[in-house]
């Protein structure tokens, strides 16, 4: 156990830590803090949700003077959500310190990021596209720039945006400090490190698998006919407090979202068709709970750390195992534990493997959920939920006409009448889901780690990844946000506002009013949003 004060931090950086509730350190921020504090280059890899955006940004923090007036820090993330989520993150460990940090991306009103740059911000987290426009206009100088962070480093590779960043890095002083983070780290990453990085320190707490270790991993073979139903009986037996559910399309996405309004539950999709406003407004109430289950694309695979998410749905299999690793690794976040189903048709069992092979991990076969299950669920929450009004008590001006009823009912048939309908069976809606081809095995070689360097180290057993923050434990939905502080107003999505590639020309970016969007490489359905 690695306790904060070990790290010979600044009491201002100390305390904000504290605040956070963060009690000891993870693996990936123990090994990651004390070199990146000594100036090393470093490639970081640790599973999901094991606290990686602290492991670079308390020392990035800690080496940055509050009275300085010049671009110090550079951290560049996929997509412009998982921008705002990282410098929400660093200006809350640089709160006591006072550090001004600026997110930079897509999507966002360019003047108004102008104005925002004249308060001298010393860190700048922003997405290639609009960094590269920043630059071109002279907006953003990065002659003074220290450390440079590339979060989510494969992604960025993956989307194409090596060129972008090669252009931004071209600005940035050499004698700088760069560190790559990631849970995956394909072989490809090396092309990346070998030109970014000198010497580079490796710093990986993987243990046997890639994915993070509380996340109970589970399949249902399932036609693709039947997807939805299983779906459904899923949602009823398990009563996730929050879900997302992956669909491999924008159309499925849409589909599958109404198709579960429509059937009662209380759900939203979130792909790069929408207009920003209806992201945020889709995240907002993902996060506060008035929506339970977020239906997306890969859109949403990377970085999203909402609490309270207990299960992710693969409702259509990635095509990438990395994808498999990120999707399932939004939930079983900050030491909690979660569930990651995925649902495979009869001929994709052969990919199913490949994903297993990729990141070592055998992933058990369920049985698809029965309809007696699935009722016994829905009627447990039923009953659940009655019990808590029960205990609510406020039920005086109800309680004249229950006892009219009870001198001609029978008590158990009334009570039966109620779950009937507060379970709010909605049956009878026809559903209708444009079906989607398989997905073909792919072949290449197991492996989803940095440069097939032995893991230096690993949880040692510790199932918690290494977590302790006070407070926690509960199933408080705010519990691992900032001790307790609900975020919300803010969503994470892939930025795509860079300028078209050659490949871009047949851009339906949609409805997409703010952004001046170019297209990536179409490897996945929605990645050509924006
Ligand atoms: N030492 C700590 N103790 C307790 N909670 C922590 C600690 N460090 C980070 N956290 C919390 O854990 C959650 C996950 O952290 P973070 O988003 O940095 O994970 P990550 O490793 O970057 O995951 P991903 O690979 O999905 O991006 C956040 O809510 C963060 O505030
Ligand atoms: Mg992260």
Redesign the pocket.
């Known amino acids: 156990m690695t306790t904060?004060s070990e790290f010979n931090l600044e009491p201002k950086v100390l305390q904000a830590?504290t605040e956070?509730?963060?009690?000891?350190?993870?693996p990936?921020?123990s090994k990651s803090i004390p070199l990146a504090l000594g100036g090393s280059d470093l490639i970081g890899q640790?599973?999901?949700?094991?606290?990686?955006?602290?492991?670079f940004?308390i020392p990035l923090i800690s080496k940055i003077d509050r009275a300085d007036e010049k671009i110090r820090a550079l951290i560049m993330a996929p997509t412009r959500e998982?921008a705002i989520?990282?410098a929400e993150?660093i200006e809350?460990l640089s709160r006591f310190k006072g550090i001004r940090t600026l997110p930079i991306y897509g999507g966002q009103d360019i003047v108004r990021q102008i104005r925002a740059l004249k308060k001298k911000p010393q860190v700048i987290i922003g997405t290639p596209g609009r960094l590269l426009d920043h630059i071109n206009r002279k907006t953003i100088k990065l002659e003074d720039v220290q450390t440079v962070v590339l979060?989510?480093a494969d992604e960025m590779l993956d989307m194409g945006f090596m060129e972008d960043i090669q252009s931004i890095l071209k600005q940035v002083p050499d004698e700088r400090q760069t560190m790559l983070?990631?849970?995956t780290m394909p072989p490809n990453i090396q092309k990346l490190a070998q030109q970014f990085l000198k010497n580079p320190e490796h710093v990986s707490v993987i243990p046997k698998q890639v994915s993070?270790p509380l996340i109970d991993q589970s399949y249902i073979e399932v036609p693709e006919r039947q997807k939805f139903d299983a779906l459904s009986r899923l949602l009823d037996m398990e009563s996730p407090e929050l879900a997302i559910v992956f669909g491999r399309t924008k159309r499925r996405v849409d589909e599958l979202a109404e198709a579960l309004q429509k059937r009662g539950y209380s759900a939203d999709g979130l792909h790069g068709d929408l207009s920003q406003n209806q992201r945020d407004a889709v995240m907002r109430k993902f996060r506060d709970g008035s929506i339970d289950v977020l239906v997306a694309t890969d859109v949403a695979a990377?970085?999203?750390?909402v609490?309270g998410v207990t299960h992710v749905v693969n409702f259509d299999l990635p095509q990438d195992p990395e994808s498999y690793v990120?999707r399932i690794?939004?939930t079983g976040?900050?030491?909690k534990e979660g569930a990651a189903y995925s649902f495979v048709t009869p001929r994709e069992i052969d990919h199913l493997h490949f994903i297993e092979r990729v990141t070592r991990h055998r992933i058990p076969r369920k049985p698809l959920p029965t309809l007696a299950e699935a009722i016994e669920g829905k009627q447990r929450v039923t009953a659940e939920r009655l019990l808590e009004i029960v205990q609510d008590g406020e039920l005086n001006e109800y309680k004249g006409i229950a006892i009219q009823m009870l001198e001609q009912y029978d008590s158990v048939q009334l009570l039966s009448a109620a779950l009937k309908l507060l379970t709010g069976d909605k049956k009878d809606a026809t559903i209708e889901l444009t079906p989607e081809d398989p997905i073909r095995a792919k072949r290449r070689k197991p492996d989803v780690r940095s440069s097939g360097r032995k893991p230096s180290g690993g949880y040692g057993g510790n199932r918690s990844g290494?977590?302790?923050?006070s407070g926690?434990g509960s199933s408080n939905r705010g519990g691992?946000?900032?001790g307790g502080r609900k975020e919300g107003g803010y969503n994470r999505d892939r930025d795509r506002d860079r300028k078209p590639r050659s490949y871009s020309s047949n851009n339906s970016a949609g409805n997409n009013s703010n952004n001046n969007s170019g297209e990536r490489r179409p490897r996945r359905e929605d990645s050509s949003f924006e």
């Open positions: 904060f830590i956070l509730g963060f009690e000891e350190a993870t990936i921020q640790a599973q999901t949700g094991t606290g990686k955006t602290a492991a940004g998982l989520q990282v993150e809350k979060d989510e983070f990631s849970a993070a990377r970085g999203l750390d609490s990120h690794g939004r976040r900050a030491g290494g977590y302790n923050r926690s691992y946000n900032s």
